[in-house]
């Protein structure tokens, strides 16, 4: 399981660049569906067919990062924000282009917390010109990835919002036993710009259950929002997120296969912050949507923090709710 | 008006906030069975209520209101019986402190939103408290709240139902029980064999957190014409003429680029012609009604949009004029009788 965290922790694939990733994650499905399939928006939908209910899980594979918008005279590289840009945490904070040019992100008044327009990449380079010979108008940075154990079960680094969730979701159908259910693991694209790629992956599939898994804020430590989820204390099962409002006879239904199949689990409202949960319960005539997700500290920093051990719970919880529901 | 305001009470005393609305569908299916030939609803929590014409392969005429309220929802238990909650949709802060509550866990049980006295507040200034800085005390202690409620249950504001001078209610969740009541009303006085479409009526969810519900029936049905229903801000005084219309001068019909600008010019035409009194309101762009997805649900659908004007919204005493609902009503009517093609 850690090498498959690694890879995926370390390819990058910012919001509409997921062809890398996506090849990761493709040679790992392709191991244990019966069909893998990319669609035109660019989704891998792993395919483990069933006569019965269609269930659909989802995890983002695209990730938050910045696109070039200008490369002044001095080569400095100006850039704009592709998703939720934490600008305090990711001043000073090393990035890597689509291309491998490494570059520091900078804010452009030393003391004050910047808007991302004011953030600006320095790559080194002396000139325009010299900057332009590396990077393009419109190439994509990401901040530069990275994996680490701290003490127990801890891991910090980067993007785990939301390749853990993917691994939620390649253990899963490794592991799921034989059931009626017509599984559909999907790996989406442009989350983090508004939860795009689930919508015409719902659409297609036509879900009877939809399930979202992406990481979600806890509380308790001091910068934290406020959030009754704690590391450490188990898979969440979503009642709400600003997107959306689950399905509460599905959110019941999950807590009760958690409690039968002994599964550690906590109650999760997340008050900012969206999910793929709102578009594929919203898809055509509709479906009940709910989510999985994995506790996660200083989300859309640099270092996210994650606890192992919650991370076995969304695997044990994701598998549960495919064989069962 | 009997019908109205009997129907009006009891659709005001159902729980019906917004991603709870199953809650109170059998409370629905008992008001509108009468009334309708069929009768369904779908994993979102939509009813929809099918009255059919005498016309074979009949054309589709969708009438939508929402049945789903702000409210809150629960986040937290702490020591003492005190609960913190958040809100679901655009719930007024400002009316919160010593608001009496429900909170439907396990069962039914009552609670107040605290308020800090003005001799202990530190800061004199008067401020509108945040959503998560009140607690809602319920008298119990933490444990026997933990096994009567769970985090994530809804919690709704308490209010009456107050009939006032000149034909005026002032009651809890008015928004958007009036126009359903007035679409309900319409269709039991309709003449089946005067229709010129069947009637699929879509009392609808989570119209104020995201406007989805609707627009997912509108998937289903793909109707020829909608009509949405919604409440609009009631003139309270002159300030803001031209954002609001009058209570007790009949619904309204919107002007919106967002709803057919061919059929709602044909409506008020027809309307005038028919001596139907109404009043007219432009909203150019969004109207933030679900009318904003409906019309561009599937291929698109002709919509009009029409509202039923209201004071004091998303508060335990929206009020209205009863006479605006019976309006709706016999606009609704008129409008199903006639080809809305040929206005």
């Known amino acids: 399981m850690t090498e498959l965290l690694k890879k995926l922790m370390l390819t990058s694939g910012v919001s509409g660049r997921e062809n890398k990733i996506r090849e990761v994650i493709r040679s790992e499905a392709e191991k244990y569906a019966d069909e893998v399939i990319t669609d035109p928006m660019g989704n891998l939908i792993a395919h483990k067919r069933g006569k019965g209910k269609r269930v659909m899980f989802a995890a983002h594979m695209d990730e938050i990062g910045y696109f070039v918008t200008f490369i002044d005279e001095k080569g400095l590289i100006r850039v704009g924000a592709v998703g939720g840009i934490n600008t305090l945490a990711a001043s000073y904070c090393d990035v890597i282009s689509e291309n491998g040019v490494y570059g520091i992100a900078l804010p452009t008044e030393a003391n004050e917390l910047p808007k991302v327009e004011s953030l600006y990449i320095d790559i080194g380079a002396k000139s325009r010109k010299q900057a332009e010979a590396r990077v393009k108008v419109g190439d994509y940075f990401v901040h530069v990835p990275r994996l680490k154990r701290l003490s127990g079960n801890k891991y910090v680094g980067r993007p785990f919002d939301d390749r853990i969730g993917c691994l939620v979701l390649l253990e899963a159908l490794k592991n799921v036993k034989d059931t009626d259910n017509d599984l559909y693991f999907v790996f989406t694209v442009q989350e983090e710009v508004g939860l795009r790629g689930a919508k015409p992956a719902a659409y297609r599939i036509e879900p009877d259950i939809a399930i979202a898994v992406d990481v979600t804020s806890v509380g308790g430590k001091p910068t934290s929002p406020k959030s009754k989820v704690k590391l450490g204390d188990g898979a969440a099962i979503k009642i709400k997120d600003s997107s959306v409002i689950c399905s509460y006879e599905l959110v019941c239904r999950m807590r009760e296969i958690a409690v039968d199949s002994k599964i550690k689990y906590q109650d999760e409202i997340l008050l900012k912050g969206g999910t793929d949960t709102a578009s594929m319960q919203t898809s055509k005539a509709g479906c009940l949507a709910g989510g999985i997700s994995i506790p996660t500290a200083y989300i859309h920093s640099v270092n996210e923090m994650i606890d192992m051990s919650d991370v076995k719970e969304a695997i044990k919880l994701a598998c549960a709710v495919a064989e069962r529901i | ?343």
């Open chain 2, 1 to 343: 008006m009997e019908f109205i305001k009997d129907a009006l009470n009891r659709l005001c005393s159902m729980m019906t906030v917004s991603g709870y609305e199953k809650k109170s569908k059998n409370d629905i299916s008992d008001l509108a069975s009468p009334i309708f030939d069929e009768i369904s609803e779908d994993s979102f929590g939509n009813i929809t209520l099918v009255k059919r014409s005498c016309k074979a392969n009949a054309k589709r005429l969708m009438i939508d209101a929402h049945f789903d309220t702000v409210g809150m929802m629960v986040t937290d238990i702490h020591e003492g019986g005190f609960l913190s909650v958040i809100n679901i949709g655009g719930l007024d802060t400002r009316i919160l402190p010593s608001a009496e509550v429900s909170i439907y866990g396990k069962e039914r049980i009552y609670g107040i939103v605290s308020s800090v006295p003005p001799h202990l507040k530190k800061d004199k200034k008067s401020s509108v408290p945040k959503i998560e800085e009140l607690y809602i005390d319920t008298g119990y202690s933490k444990e026997k709240l933990e096994e009567l409620v769970r985090i994530g249950d809804p919690v709704v504001i308490e209010g009456g139902y107050t009939e006032l001078l000149n034909g005026f209610v002032a009651a809890k969740y008015l928004d958007d029980k009036a126009c359903l009541c007035g679409a309900l009303d319409a269709v039991r006085r309709m003449d089946k064999e005067r229709l010129n479409y069947d009637i699929y009526v879509t009392v609808s969810a989570q119209e104020e957190t995201g406007k989805c519900g609707a627009s997912l029936c509108a998937y289903s049905i793909k109707p020829d014409f909608a009509i949405i229903t919604d409440v609009n801000f009631g003139a309270v005084d002159k300030d803001n003429e031209y954002e609001t219309v009058k209570c007790g001068e009949g619904a309204a019909v919107d002007v919106s680029a967002l709803a057919d600008r061919k059929l709602t010019r044909g409506v008020i035409k027809y309307l005038k012609e028919k001596n139907v009194s109404h009043q007219r309101i432009c909203e150019p762009s969004y109207t933030y009604t679900n009318n904003d997805l409906v019309s561009v649900t599937g291929l698109g659908i002709k919509t009009l949009l029409l509202s039923v004007p209201l004071r004091s919204m998303h508060t335990p005493v929206e009020t209205l004029c009863l006479k605006d609902i019976k309006s709706l009503a016999d606009i609704i009517i008129e409008l199903a009788y006639t080809d809305l093609e040929a206005l």
